[in-house]
């Protein structure tokens, strides 16, 4: 939890302080916390597992904005412009989160300014984050997106192991074609291709990446 930027900021005390004024929930893999559109009013916190933020059009296509992971934030957004949800967060794995009302933290906030302060540059992060992603959309090939989000995966959720980095990412096929902004199919060709250059070798909601500097060469 200390990795999370709202306790990142905290002595001990008031971290225990914060934590113990939080409500633990677990969801399963599937278990959507709240939908876009919904009201917001809680920021969360997760504490073990991933969840995704999506978001679907009208036609009903889905694009995946983000994968978070333990001690990463989500729903502070409404602390600072309260309306309603941009996104549905969905558990994608066994997954413990933490809630707090945006009226207990703003409380809780009240004396602590630099605990708002911790908040608005990890939003500040989250927006140059996005504006990254849009930037790969146009100037990027699929391909080198992929080679993009394995390693930013990897990053978070990797672990390394006798023949590389395993990446226990929990994402289908489908969910890793949303996050990139492609087609399955194309995705898949692109993965299939890694492959067969002894990049990497896929698993069940995972990935080994077996050379990480041809996958970082090919990102760019």
Request: charged content about 25%; cysteine-free; hydrophobic content about 45%.
């Amino acid at each position: 939890m200390r990795r999370s930027p709202l306790f990142a900021a905290l002595d001990d005390e008031a971290a225990r302080t914060l934590m113990g004024s939080m409500v633990r929930s677990r969801m399963e893999r599937g278990d959507v916390l709240f939908h876009e559109g919904d009201q917001g009013d809680k920021l969360y916190v997760i504490a073990e597992g991933k969840i995704k933020l999506g978001r679907t059009s009208a036609d009903g296509r889905e694009n995946l904005l983000a994968i978070l992971g333990p001690g990463e934030m989500f729903g502070e957004l409404s602390l600072f412009d309260p309306g309603p949800r941009t996104a549905t967060a969905t558990a994608i794995a066994e997954t413990q989160i933490l809630g707090l009302s945006n009226e207990q933290l703003q409380q809780f906030i009240s004396g602590r300014p630099h605990v708002a302060g911790t908040l608005l540059a990890a939003l500040a992060r989250r927006l140059r984050r996005t504006n990254e992603s849009i930037a790969d959309l146009v100037f990027t090939d699929v391909p080198g997106r992929v080679a993009k989000a394995l390693l930013d995966l990897s990053r978070r959720f990797g672990r390394p192991v006798d023949n590389g980095v395993m990446v226990a990412h929990d994402l289908t096929q489908e969910e890793l074609a949303q996050l990139v902004g492609a087609s399955r199919e194309t995705v898949n060709k692109a993965l299939a291709d890694f492959a067969s250059r002894g990049w990497l070798k896929l698993e069940a909601r995972a990935v080994l990446l077996q050379d990480v500097e041809r996958l970082q060469r090919r990102a760019r």
